[in-house]
């Protein structure tokens, strides 16, 4: 039987009629076989035995805690009915959660891959959970993940992510000064490579030129943030961009799949004792195995490199491997340094954390400028203004990155339609307490639920409705009586620590991308009027249609007087040239150098004009 087909309700209706039957079945077995037939046999107390013990052990597993009787709740048959039919988390959270909200003051139990669960979308609640960190530690769940499973191979048993106290504190280390320093971040923290990202987007830009029809996004954009953390992260080059289909994104993207496959979440020993009965799976742990090699040669390589000149390698251009392999070897650090594992485990967190989200959300971001053709337009506008006009590509310099505003509100709205992160890692309540006027008892779990405030109704003016202005000055995001209404990247001491370098990456790509091409969706994409499924699916194609360049000037050099920028229409000033004021003007149709003008916007030079001997 097909049950992607039946719907949810339905589907619950006949589960409840099947266990009812189950359980009359039991008593008739009972009653009339297993009973007389003990008489007989030995062998049916067995079998009755067994029965007895599965029913009360998926009763014990499934039941509704007696503790959390007075939080609304889901019940375990509408979520696995939904889990079963494919819905999206979108549809989920549309579908059961935000119908809910206001009954349950956005806290809502229910059973999920850690049991039954506090699912929370309520700001203020949120709020108290982010800043209460001793109070709502994460509950490390992946470190009761058992041994052998693909997500405990994957994770390791500890990392940044998952650690609290002591194990996060060797991670982010607490200064004496009483602000947070973090081992990463000095990376994090000082200013963003753009350079770095212009690169690679230059080399993705080549990609997209090379492609034949519509490109499809999310493999592409996947690759380049891949090298980008390979590159600022661990001064590995991935070259992932040109090399499609290579073997360790295609062992990632297996591995990253089957961790969440709910069925080896719920019963992990299908991954384990009885791994063989599923090859499947088998495949997915031996994509692991050769995932692990590659962090292995990530590693062995810094060090390598690191034994051979360390004096060569300024403070502040060490990238995150450096920083983490030296933590903790100076006397006086206060941190002990990171074990071998604990090094893998936490090139996997930056590796994870640093590429696919990224690369979800510009999927997005691209997505929906492309079916939103007047924000496609604005944005342009403003790129175009601040970059210029020329032919030859043209990345943003941190100066620029910062006044590049209406793409950033498009960012945050892609973010908060698209999050990549629709929960935060679970928290468990260190004792009881309460919140927003509800009791929770000690030990409780507690998720934040993103989605549920993104696409809350409750919260946000029709949330289903892409609109960047939600984020602009005096926009509704601004008036909205929380800012918990918004957590794309979390919040609190644990918020995203790769916020900023994620922003500036999208918006070096975004920049340099619209600035090149007009994007389309396909006429005949089953995407055209609507996203289907997730952004990140392969099938998601666009249109890139280079487009043509005006006649302006491709770069000015030196503080140029307004009437040089008068006569060149002239958006640059880039810093003096000795005391002659000079502006550099091509010609974007013709890329070669036209004319070079002095400070009365007289011709100082003309294209049959010898420059160089001119002793300049
Ligand atoms: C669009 C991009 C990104 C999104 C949406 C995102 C989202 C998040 C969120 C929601 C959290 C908080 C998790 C929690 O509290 O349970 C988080 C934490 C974290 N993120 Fe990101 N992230 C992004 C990019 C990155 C990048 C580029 C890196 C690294 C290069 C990174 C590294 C981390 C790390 C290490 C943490 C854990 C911090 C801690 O617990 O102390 N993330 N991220």
Same mark, same amino acid.
């Given at each position: 039987m097909n049950l992607s087909i039946i719907p949810a309700s339905q589907l619950e209706s006949i589960t409840s009629v099947l266990l009812g039957r189950v359980e009359r079945y039991h008593a008739i077995l009972m009653n009339n076989v297993a009973l007389p037939l003990s008489k007989q046999s030995k062998a049916s107390y067995i079998t009755g035995a067994i029965v007895l013990y599965v029913a009360v052990k998926v009763y014990s597993i499934f039941a509704f805690p007696s503790n959390l009787r007075h939080i609304k709740h889901i019940s375990v048959l509408t979520w696995l009915s939904s889990l079963i039919q494919g819905e999206t988390a979108i549809q989920r959270t549309q579908r059961l959660i935000v119908p809910m909200w206001k009954e349950s003051n956005g806290m809502i139990a229910i059973y999920d891959q850690s049991g039954w669960t506090i699912n929370v979308s309520n700001p203020e609640a949120i709020k108290s959970i982010l800043y209460k960190t001793d109070l709502?530690?994460?509950?490390g769940s992946t470190q009761r993940?058992?041994?052998?499973t693909l997500l405990r191979g994957f994770f390791?048993?500890?990392?940044l992510v998952m650690a609290n106290g002591h194990e996060w504190i060797k991670r982010r280390k607490e200064s004496m000064t009483n602000c947070i320093d973090f081992i990463a971040n000095p990376v994090f923290h000082r200013s963003m490579p753009v350079k770095t990202f212009s690169y690679l987007t230059e080399k993705m830009i080549k990609q997209i030129d090379g492609?034949?029809?519509?490109?499809?996004l999310q493999p592409l954009l996947q690759r380049f943030t891949l090298d980008a953390i390979g590159l600022v992260? $661990?001064?590995?080059?991935?070259?992932?961009i040109e090399t499609p289909g290579g073997e360790f994104v295609n062992a990632y993207n297996d591995v990253a799949n089957g961790i969440m496959d709910f069925r080896f979440l719920l019963f992990p020993s299908l991954d384990?004792? $009885?791994?063989? !009965?599923f090859p499947k799976r088998q495949k997915k742990h031996k994509q692991l195995k050769k995932l692990n090699e590659l962090f292995a040669t990530v590693i062995d390589h810094k060090k390598r490199v690191l034994s051979m000149d360390?004096?060569?390698?300024?403070e502040n251009e060490k990238d995150l491997l450096t920083l983490m392999i030296e933590a903790?070897?100076?006397?006086? =650090?206060g941190v002990e340094p990171l074990t071998d594992v604990e090094l893998r485990n936490e090139v996997v967190v930056f590796f994870l954390a640093g590429h696919d989200t990224t690369s979800n959300t510009l999927t997005a971001a691209l997505y929906f400028l492309a079916r939103n053709l007047s924000a496609q337009d604005k944005a342009r506008k403003e790129i175009i203004d601040i !970059?210029? =006009?020329?032919k030859a590509d043209v990345g943003p310099t941190v100066e620029q990155i910062k006044e590049l505003r209406y793409l950033n509100l498009v960012m945050k709205e892609s973010i908060r339609f698209a999050?990549?992160?629709?929960? !935060?890692?679970e928290r468990r309540a260190a004792q009881d307490t309460h919140l927003v006027g509800i009791f929770i008892p000690k030990g409780s779990l507690l998720r934040i639920n993103i989605l549920g405030l993104h696409y809350n109704r409750h919260l946000w003016k029709t949330p289903e409705r892409f609109d960047?202005?939600? $984020?602009?000055?005096?926009g509704e995001f601004e008036s909205?009586?929380?800012?918990?209404?918004? !957590?794309p990247f979390g919040g609190?001491?644990?918020?995203?620590?790769?916020m900023n370098f994620s922003m500036a990456e999208q918006k070096v790509a975004l920049s340099m991308i619209l600035r090149k091409y007009e994007l389309s969706v396909p006429?005949?994409?089953?995407?055209?009027d609507e996203l289907h499924g997730?952004?990140?699916? =392969? =099938?998601l194609g666009l249109e890139f249609i280079g487009r043509s360049f005006d006649q302006r000037p491709l770069a000015v050099l030196g503080t140029t007087g307004p009437h040089v920028q008068d006569k060149i229409g002239g958006s640059f000033s880039?810093?003096?040239f000795g005391d002659l004021v000079l502006a550099l003007v091509f010609d974007s149709e013709e890329p070669d150098l036209v004319e070079l003008f002095d400070e009365d916007s007289?011709?100082?030079?003309?294209?049959?004009?010898?420059f160089l001997n001119r002793g300049i």
């Open positions: 709502f530690p994460k509950s993940a058992k041994d052998g390791g048993k500890m990392n492609a034949e029809g519509p490109v499809a992260g $661990f001064g590995f080059e991935f070259n992932a384990t004792t $009885f791994l063989g !009965l360390q004096s060569a390698i300024e903790g070897k100076n006397d006086g =650090d !970059l210029g =006009d020329s999050s990549p992160a629709q929960v !935060l890692i960047p202005n939600r $984020f602009a000055e005096g909205h009586p929380s800012a918990y209404c918004y !957590l609190g001491a644990r918020q995203c620590i790769g006429e005949d994409s089953i995407h055209k997730s952004h990140s699916k =392969d =099938d880039l810093g003096s007289n011709v100082f030079f003309s294209e049959d004009d010898d």
